[in-house]
């Protein structure tokens, strides 16, 4: 029986995270797919689902979930042993989870901030017609953060700590997004991508 409906873009989005976490996650699912260039994501039907008319939203349990972190942070939840996050019989518990919390939260501010600022600009044709240099300002806050994010990568395979978590889904993400938008990556940025990609449990295309 599948017990989790995802809706989706026709095209990538951050979906694609919650996708890679049900497979990681060994989880039965299905997913409906939205074209968003026929605004299918304003329908009532899809608007009765998610009032705010965006994807990822998961129902479960005849309940509706949104935010792409926070359904992978659910869905770990129900999962017995908690893969995707650190376990509480692990030595430094909390600073292990600090660790995944931090990671996080650095690249939600300090990298997807101007990300999706940069990509309004340049995919979405400015629609709220962005000051001229707004996007060099953008990338160039990008440029200084990128060394502290691929800095956590020298010493440990995962970007969060010695294991796989759903930081590495995140920054898998973000990374890949911002190659789409032509910002270059660290070579090790490049490697890093690679070798999650290279795992069982990606989603394949």
Known sequence: MIGYTLYKYTHPSRAETVVWALQELGLDYETKELNAYKFEQRSPEFLAINPFGKVPTMTHDGKHF??????????????PDRPLTPSHNDDNYAEKNYKLRQVISFGMIELESYVWILTKIKVLD????????????CITNIQNALPIATSWLD?????????????????????????????????QAKAYVKRLSARENFPKK
């Open 66 to 79: 949104t935010e792409s972190l926070a359904i992978i942070e659910y869905l770990n939840d129900l999962h």
């Open 126 to 137: 400015n629609y709220e017609n962005w000051p001229e240099g707004t996007a060099e300002k």
């Open 155 to 187: 010493s440990q395979e995962y970007i969060a700590g010695d294991r796989f978590s759903l930081a590495d889904i995140y920054y898998h993400h973000l990374f890949n997004w911002l190659k789409m938008l032509g910002v270059s990556l660290p070579e």
